[in-house]
Nanobody, 124 residues
Framework: QVQLVESGGGLVQAGGSLRVSCAAS????????MGWFRQAPGKEREFVAV????????YYADSVKGRFTISRDNAKSTVYLQMNSLKPEDTAVYYC?????????????????WGQGTQVTVSS
């Protein structure tokens, strides 16, 4: 089993920045693909960003491209999501997810392990 714990969410004004982190524990592996997803009230969970095990491959949702950056520190079993130029529409619960293969996918269905989520609220 893998446990994922997100942190770093909070309230920020539009145009501001925030970094959320995801610490993995348990049966972790540096070869896992890690992703970030988000879910706003009344909406379905959506893909935000994904990173391969060696950080060589990253993908972003069009809505966050150029503003968000995903990174990972395998020595610390931690994945980060740096969010800049935040907009009110970025308000959501942000979830970290792990996929126990090396194949990078953007669908939430491809991820086996999930964190409990951290709230990010962007005020206008």
């Amino acid at each position: 089993q893998v446990q994922l714990v997100e942190s770093g969410g909070g309230l920020v004004q539009a145009g501001g920045s925030l970094r959320v982190s995801c610490a993995a524990s348990g049966r972790t592996s540096s070869s896992y693909v890690m992703g970030w997803f988000r879910q706003a009230p009344g909406k379905e969970r959506e893909f935000v960003a994904v990173i391969s095990w060696n950080s060589g491959t990253t993908y972003y949702a069009d809505s966050v491209k150029g503003r968000f950056t995903i990174s990972r520190d395998n020595a610390k079993s931690t994945v980060y999501l740096q969010m800049n130029s935040l907009k009110p529409e970025d308000t959501a619960v942000y979830y970290c997810a792990a996929r126990d293969t090396t194949v990078v996918v953007r669908s939430a269905m491809g991820y086996r392990y999930w964190g409990q989520g951290t709230q990010v609220t962007v005020s206008s």
